[in-house]
């Protein structure tokens, strides 16, 4: 199954998620609750999300006479990708990663970390930079910030789901087709547990999507496997000061000296992402 269709199939389960906790929240009522508190937190997080999470990380601009040889390195992938060229922001840290952001190809920005510049070569480098913009091209950003604001808005519906079963409110037994108060509790606790799992499925499947797509880009897959293997390995030397809420953002998970299921981890295993770009590069 191609990482489009894998990606279209989850978010349609995860939207069913919430219009489920809705129902189950308040029946018909609920539902339509669910479905408007899930409008106004996508249009909030296409707006505005980008300039949360640079200014979450201290990223400051680079213009091109900060670094004329990073920036013609972004052109020259942008016009193979096909897109706007973006902005590029440099974030004040050791470990080396990267991430892009950007409500949409128009609007995109790459920021890199000051270790990346300094700890692979300029050949990696070109592999990160032509995955970054593989995310932009795909619409990645759009694509996580629909899964975070959908997947934060069934956590939210089921913990008032919970306290409303546990004080006796919402019943919706009846005509109203709503849940009791054993299914209501039920609910609240499994619904958010279904939503993480969906929203670190998507994640993974999107991070294989700009891989293919970067190397495409670049027309060297194995200078980005390179590069993975060498960030996977820094990321367990030096911690980076990062926010788990944004790990699924970067190239490489910054926390993969942390030991976690596969299920609930935003990026797919480093040696599988190698071994399918090796896989590219033979074909």
């Known amino acids: 199954m191609s990482s489009q269709i894998k990606t279209a199939l989850l978010l349609g389960l995860l939207t069913t998620l919430i219009l489920v906790v809705g129902q189950a929240m308040g029946g018909r009522n609920g539902l339509f609750i669910a479905f408007f508190l899930a409008v106004i937190m ?78 692979i070569s300029p050949e990696e480098l070109r592999g990160v930079l032509s995955h970054e913009l593989g995310h932009i091209k795909n619409h990645d950003i759009l694509v996580q910030s629909i899964a975070a604001v959908l997947g934060g808005a069934v956590v939210m519906m089921a913990n008032m789901l919970q306290w409303g079963a546990i004080f006796g409110m919402g019943r919706h ?79 490489v998970n910054p926390f993969s000296g942390m030991s976690m299921a596969s299920l609930f981890s935003t990026h797919p295993p480093t040696e599988e992402r190698i071994r399918r770009l090796r896989e590219m590069a033979g074909r």
Do not use: C
């Open 42 to 119: 996508n249009l909030g997080s296409y707006w505005f999300s980008d300039k949360i999470v640079l200014s979450m990380y201290g990223a400051r601009e680079l213009s091109p006479a900060d670094a004329p040889g990073l920036h013609a390195m972004v052109e020259e992938l942008a016009r193979n990708g096909g897109i706007p060229k973006p902005r590029i922001m440099l974030i004040p840290q050791e470990a080396p990663n990267a991430f892009a952001t950007g409500r949409n190809p128009e609007h995109g920005v790459v920021a890199v970390t000051e270790g990346i510049l300094r700890l």
């Open 173 to 251: 037994d009846d005509e109203e087709g709503g849940s009791g108060v054993l299914g209501g509790l039920l609910m609240a606790l499994l619904a958010p547990i279904a939503a993480t799992l969906i929203q670190m499925a998507i994640s993974r499947s999107r991070e294989f999507l700009a891989d293919a797509t970067g190397a495409r880009i670049s027309g060297a897959p194995l200078a980005l496997a390179g590069a993975l293997d060498k960030l996977d390995n820094y990321a367990r030397q030096i911690p980076m000061q990062a926010n788990p809420v944004t790990e699924n953002m970067f190239i």
